[in-house]
T-cell receptor, first 109, second 116 residues
Framework: GQNIDQPTEMTATEGAIVQINCTYQTSGFNGLFWYQQHAGEAPTFLSYNVLDGLEEKGRFSSFLSRSKGYSYLLLKELQMKDSASYLCAVLDSNYQLIWGAGTKLIIKP | GAVVSQHPSWVICKSGTSVKIECRSLDFQATTMFWYRQFPKQSLMLMATSNEGSKATYEQGVEKDKFLINHASLTLSTLTVTSAHPEDSSFYIC????????????FGDGTRLSIL
């Protein structure tokens, strides 16, 4: 079956760095997405990785290793507004998006 | 770019009412649109995939006669919850994808549906 694993919840301190991991086992791979979802709101697109390596976008970076079935989202200089759920999603061989359950990130002052 | 508009944002109505939710891609053509449902503190659940000009593909366990989907144009898809009951109360979110399977899905703001 298809499976995406990410931690349920993480806590970090304002100004710090946090890494949210995602491992996946899917039938084929056409890319991996990270989305941010604030409570009560719809998800917003953060990043897309299809090749191995690190993609940097401001305070957020996303890494992919296809051979390991592994990705992480790195958030630097954490701000209180970064408190949200972060969703990992993989595009399988049929271009179906398989969603992880999300990681709730709590930022403390 | 890539803006998706979803209306209404909030609906409160009596049991037995049918509710229509619209999803529009404002600055791109969406060959494929998706409808999700999310209960409090739970993950997104895909209900159906809608392709322009053809019948929607429903996920297992989703009643197609209960949740009617129409994707009449490349910029508009609608979800109608027919004869809604309190257990249908949820957060419904649409997303749209530009042409190309590897394009990201862009989400509307969601519709919070409360059935009394």
């Amino acid at each position: 079956g298809q499976n995406i694993d990410q931690p349920t919840e993480m806590t970090a301190t304002e100004g710090a760095i946090v890494q949210i991991n995602c491992t996946y086992q899917t039938s084929g791979f056409n890319g991996l997405f990270w989305y941010q979802q604030h409570a009560g709101e719809a998800p917003t697109f953060l990043s897309y990785n299809v090749l191995d390596g690190l993609e940097e976008k401001g305070r957020f970076s996303s890494f992919l290793s296809r051979s390991k079935g592994y990705s992480y989202l790195l958030l630097k200089e954490l701000q209180m507004k970064d408190s949200a759920s972060y969703l990992c999603a993989v595009l399988d061989s049929n271009y179906q998006l398989i969603w992880g359950a999300g990681t709730k990130l709590i930022i403390k002052p | 770019g890539a803006v998706v508009s979803q209306h209404p944002s909030w609906v409160i109505c009596k049991s037995g009412t049918s509710v229509k939710i619209e999803c529009r891609s404002l600055d791109f053509q969406a060959t494929t649109m998706f409808w999700y449902r999310q209960f409090p503190k739970q993950s997104l659940m895909l209900m159906a995939t809608s392709n322009e000009g053809s019948k929607a593909t429903y996920e297992q366990g989703v009643e197609k006669d209960k949740f009617l989907i129409n994707h009449a144009s490349l910029t508009l898809s609608t979800l109608t919850v027919t004869s809604a009951h309190p257990e249908d109360s949820s957060f419904y979110i649409c997303s749209a994808r530009d042409q190309g399977g590897s394009q990201p899905q862009h989400f509307g703001d969601g519709t919070r549906l409360s059935i009394l």
